[in-house]
């Protein structure tokens, strides 16, 4: 059975940094694309970044130039560090592994259970 958990989130002050982790595991032997999403009070799950298995980024208008996107493909994981943290930042933050084989078989999507993120003075 593949999980996906995530650490990191928290409360942050205005400007602040933060970097989020997720691993995978679970009889993994590929994933394709691995990726973060938010969720804030009242809106649509929104893709934030997101990393293919060879490194290719892919990031939000709103991510670009202060969230990097990274992964370790032996590990399973990605990770985003996120600087100049914005209080429109403030949203439940999901890892999503898209394209994932493993002893389970082939799966289009997994997604962790999510961790919150707060900026608030």
């Known amino acids: 059975q593949v999980q996906l958990v995530e650490s990191g989130g928290g409360l942050v002050q205005p400007g602040g940094s933060l970097r989020l982790s997720c691993a995978a595991s679970g009889g993994i032997f590929s994933i394709n694309a691995m990726g973060w999403y938010r969720q804030a009070p009242g809106k649509q799950r929104e893709l934030v970044a997101s990393i293919s298995s060879g490194g290719s980024t892919n990031y939000a208008n709103s991510a670009k130039g202060r969230f990097t996107i990274s992964r370790d493909n032996a590990k399973n994981s990605v990770y985003m560090q996120m600087n100049s943290l914005k209080p429109e930042d403030t949203a439940v933050y999901y890892c999503?592994?898209?394209?994932?084989?493993?002893?389970?078989?082939?799966?289009?999507?997994?997604w962790g259970q999510g961790t919150p993120v707060t900026v608030s003075s």
């Open positions: 999503n592994a898209d394209g994932v084989w493993s002893r389970s078989g082939y799966v289009n999507d997994y």
